[in-house]
Structures are given as structure tokens and as C-alpha cells.
């Protein structure tokens, strides 16, 4: 039972480049989340989906695009990177209440 | 949308002393309100949240508070200990647990002395 897991844990990219994170979970949960986590700023929601096959915008959308083509992945695009996007990316899910994220993905943009 | 704020930004207390950090949030309608430990280079996790028809809830040596008129929360931890050392972040939501995403405050950096 992996929980949540994310895909990769590290990456730097050029500006302009394009890349897609992808999250996993095992929980078998409906919700998922796609979160970016900068110093001093807190957690900040950038996607959601409630379902397979549905996503909604959050707090920071611009810049990214998501799909739930299958209830147990996520994915969070990135088209063109910008140096604004570098950050720490958090998956979560949940059932009802509790958010589990996963370990985060570590991006920096040069 | 909501706005969550939080104070303070850090906190230093000497172990075995409370410590208390609140949040006020903008939305009348949240309902749900978690608070998540984030220790350096890890994940966030919960260590206690409470809805909105409750006006406190206790787990041991933490308790949060919950003032729906005035529209703040509080983390209480009592009797420090050094592993209490960590980032801890209040939210907020207004789907009842989440569904739509929570709204987090930006953090208060608890640091325990030994």
C-alpha cells in the first residue's frame, strides 16, 4: 500500500521547456489535488478533480493544465516553464475530510 | 474567494511550555478547519481538525479552537517537547472537508529550546 506517490522527486528544466508531473494514489479516493508550495507563501491549490474524468481551476491556475483520465492518476503539465514556476509541488487525495499529500516534487525552471 | 491568515510566523518557546498559534480566515461559509505539521523536507500531515458545529476539540497535548463569530481558529500544544519542532499551517475550507480544495495560511515556524 504506497498511499500517494509522486513522479519525479526532482527535475530542473529550461525556460519554455514542457514537462508532466503525475501523481498516483492506491486509496482508491475520489478527490484529488494538485498544490505548489513556495517559501513563505503556505500551500497554494493550482487544480482539482472531484471524479474521474472531471478537473476544476484553484487559487493559481495559469500555466498549468491537468487531467484525470483515470480515478488513481493525476496528471499537472507544464507547457512552457517559467522561472515563476519553480517551486515544490504537492499531490494530495481525499475521501471526505483528511488530505494525504504525497512527498512532493522538487521543481526548479533556469 | 477565502483568505486564511496566521500568526505568528515563528514561535519559540521553552520545552515543556504551550504554545498557541491562530488563524483567521474571510469566508462565513467554511466549515472545515485542519491544521498540518510539515516537518523540513517532508510532506504536510494532520494532526487535528475540527468542523464547523464544534467549538473545540482535544487529542492528547493538542487542542484547537473554534470562534465562528469572530472567524478564527487556534492550535493549542501543551507541555512542548522537542519533536514538536516543525512548520504547522491552519486551513480553511468551504466544501465541508475539502472537496473543492483547502485555503492555507502561510505558516508559523514553531521552535522548541531546549
Known amino acids: 500500500n504506497a498511499g500517494v506517490t509522486q513522479t519525479p522527486k526532482f527535475r530542473v528544466l529550461k525556460t519554455g521547456q514542457s514537462m508532466t508531473l503525475l501523481c498516483a494514489q492506491d486509496?482508491?479516493?475520489?478527490?484529488m489535488y494538485w498544490y505548489r508550495q513556495d517559501p513563505g507563501m503556505g500551500l497554494r491549490l493550482i487544480h482539482y478533480?472531484?471524479?474521474?474524468?472531471?478537473?476544476a481551476k484553484g487559487e493559481v491556475p495559469d500555466g498549468y493544465n491537468v487531467s484525470r483520465l483515470k480515478k488513481q492518476n493525476f496528471l499537472l503539465g507544464l507547457e512552457s516553464a517559467a522561472p515563476s514556476q519553480t517551486s515544490v509541488y504537492f499531490c494530495a487525495t481525499s475521501d471526505i475530510y483528511e488530505q494525504y499529500f504525497g512527498p512532493g516534487t522538487r521543481l526548479t525552471v533556469t | 474567494g477565502e483568505n486564511v491568515e496566521q500568526h505568528p510566523s515563528t514561535l519559540s518557546v521553552q520545552e515543556g511550555d504551550s504554545a498557541v498559534i491562530k488563524c483567521t480566515y474571510s469566508?462565513?461559509?467554511?466549515?472545515?478547519f485542519p491544521w498540518y505539521k510539515q516537518e523540513l523536507g517532508k510532506r504536510p500531515q494532520l494532526i487535528i481538525d475540527i468542523r464547523s458545529n464544534v467549538g473545540e476539540k482535544k487529542d492528547q497535548r493538542i487542542a484547537v479552537t473554534l470562534n465562528k463569530t469572530a472567524k478564527h481558529f487556534s492550535l493549542h500544544i501543551t507541555e512542548t517537547q522537542p519533536e514538536d519542532s516543525a512548520v504547522y499551517f491552519c486551513a480553511a475550507s468551504t466544501s465541508g472537508g475539502g472537496a473543492d480544495g483547502l485555503t492555507f495560511g502561510k505558516g508559523t515556524h514553531l521552535i522548541i529550546q531546549p
Open positions: 486509496m482508491n479516493h475520489e478527490y
Open positions: 469566508d462565513s461559509a467554511s466549515n472545515y
Open positions: 478533480s472531484v471524479g474521474e474524468g472531471t478537473t
